[in-house]
């Protein structure tokens, strides 16, 4: 049962942590190329459609590494196991505290074009969305590492 789960945690949080890096290293970089209409539109499409999938991913990945701290509680890997659910939820209040009312901040601007308000959102969005990406890198490090030892 412990390497099913241990499957499973990778899979979610390698994919939910690959996600928000395609997001950091490659789309939001595209976004900011296009003009203010087609930035706008799909910026607001991509904030709802992220918006809507990322609680329940964030969720389910937290739940994974807590069970899998406490699957592993007698191995040598447990604080580590530790660590990385300590830093997934504190990406996770960061997340619900920050980066949620600027992600709806971004959605609610109207209109075809982004403006100048608008980006400076999107700026200050994407410098906290990449510390975010390191912060589910090092978790997923730790997990990886305690699951190994």
Same mark, same amino acid.
């Given at each position: 049962?412990?390497?099913?789960? =241990?499957?499973?945690?990778?899979? %979610? @949080? +390698?994919?939910?942590?690959?996600?928000?890096?395609?997001?950091?290293?490659?789309?939001?970089?595209?976004?900011?190329?296009? =003009?203010?209409?087609?930035?706008?539109? !799909?910026?607001?499409?991509?904030?709802?459609?992220?918006?809507? $999938?990322?609680?329940?991913?964030?969720?389910?990945?937290?739940?994974?590494?807590?069970? $899998?701290?406490?699957?592993? #509680?007698?191995?040598? +890997?447990? &604080?580590?196991?530790?660590?990385?659910?300590?830093?997934?939820? !504190?990406?996770?209040?960061?997340?619900?505290?920050?980066?949620? &009312? @600027?992600?709806?901040?971004?959605?609610?601007?109207?209109? =075809?074009?982004? &403006? $100048?308000?608008? #980006? #400076?959102?999107?700026?200050?969005?994407?410098?906290?969305?990449?510390? #975010?990406?390191?912060?589910?890198?090092? !978790?997923?490090? %730790?997990?990886?590492?305690?699951?190994?030892?």
């Amino acid at each position: 049962m412990t390497s099913f789960l =241990d499957i499973v945690t990778t899979l %979610c @949080i +390698g994919l939910l942590i690959g996600t928000e890096f395609a997001v950091s290293a490659f789309i939001n970089p595209i976004l900011n190329q296009l =003009d203010g209409r087609a930035q706008a539109g !799909a910026t607001r499409l991509f904030a709802k459609k992220l918006g809507t $999938a990322m609680p329940f991913w964030y969720s389910a990945s937290l739940l994974l590494l807590i069970a $899998a701290a406490v699957m592993h #509680r007698q191995q040598s +890997g447990s &604080p580590l196991l530790i660590v990385a659910s300590v830093i997934w939820a !504190a990406v996770v209040v960061l997340s619900i505290t920050v980066l949620v &009312p @600027i992600n709806n901040r971004i959605m609610r601007f109207g209109g =075809d074009e982004f &403006p $100048a308000e608008a #980006r #400076r959102e999107h700026r200050k969005w994407d410098a906290l969305h990449r510390l #975010r990406v390191v912060a589910l890198a090092a !978790a997923m490090g %730790c997990f990886l590492v305690a699951v190994h030892v």
